[in-house]
Nanobody, 117 residues
Framework: QVQLMERGGGSVQAGGSLKLSCSAA????????MGWYRQGPGKQRDLVAR??????EYADSVKGRFTISRNYDPNILYLQMNNLRTEDTAVYYC????????????WGQGTQVTVSS
């Protein structure tokens, strides 16, 4: 049962833009905190941006360049990525953090973003 489905990854040159989207089942979208994470080559999976109640958290490295947003009905989470850098190259994951369930996180399958110089 696929609950999160990412789209929009690809290859782009440094300075370019990409927009990721994540389709989510309605129950997850409304009851869990949604966010984006990424895992670069040889690195751990880190937060990119997430909703935390009514506020939004961004990793310092993406502030001013990336924007997270969401749409209801259909339930879609977005990540607009501008002024991409080579260090943004990673697999990007949509995630739902659900405090009421175990395990706490639901992950999408990931989408590759490659930024070339």
């Amino acid at each position: 049962q696929v609950q999160l489905m990412e789209r929009g990854g690809g290859s782009v040159q440094a300075g370019g833009s990409l927009k990721l989207s994540c389709s989510a089942a309605g129950g997850i979208f409304l009851t869990c905190e949604m966010g984006w994470y990424r895992q670069g080559p040889g690195k751990q999976r880190d937060l990119v941006a997430r909703y935390n109640g009514q506020s939004i958290e961004y990793a310092d490295s993406v502030k001013g360049r990336f924007t997270i947003s969401r749409n209801y009905d259909p339930n879609i989470l977005y990540l607009q990525m501008n002024n991409l850098r080579t260090e943004d190259t990673a697999v990007y994951y949509c995630a739902a953090e659900c405090s009421f369930r175990t395990p706490r996180y639901i992950w999408g399958q990931g989408t590759q973003v490659t930024v070339s110089s």
